[in-house]
Structures are given as C-alpha cells and as structure tokens.
C-alpha cells in the first residue's frame, strides 16, 4: 500500500524514522515537551508578576496564544515538523 494511502499525524520521531524512511509514513508533527515546559513556566512568570494572558501574545518556544475564554483555554501551537528531510536530526533528538 505505500504510495496508495498517505499517512501523515504525530509520532515520535525515533519511533516512526524507519516507516518514513520506507516512505510508509508521508508526514508528521510533533511537539517538543521541553518548548511545552519552558512556554508553561514563562505563562506562570506573567501571571505571578501580575500579568495578563492575552489573545496573540506569544510564548516563547510556544509561539502565539489563542486564548478561548468561555472554555478558560490558552493555547500555543508550535510545532516541529516532520518529513523526510527532518526525520533523521530529529529521531537523534527525540
């Protein structure tokens, strides 16, 4: 079935350098927890200090925040991208 289904979605990259490199996997994301931690302790400095949270203000490692607040959500969505060029820097990595 490669080259007939395209399967793209998340997945760590050590786990998944093989099928990608047969061209079985086409695509993928992941996000890098470490970004996650630092973003989260960097909103906890804003917040301690007195700050806001405010829609489009960005995280660092994070990128942008989309604050949703009738679900009380921040989110940031920053990405590492996977393909084949990235697949085997990142399964060194992560």
Sequence with gaps: MIGE???VG?????QGQALMNAGVITGGFLWNPQDAGYGMVSLGKVLAEGGEVTDGMTLPGLGPVDVVWDL???RANAQIDLNPDS???WAEII
């Design 5 to 7: 289904v395209i399967v």
């Design 10 to 14: 998340p997945f760590i990259p050590s």
């Design 72 to 74: 009380r959500s921040r």
């Design 87 to 89: 697949i085997d820097m």
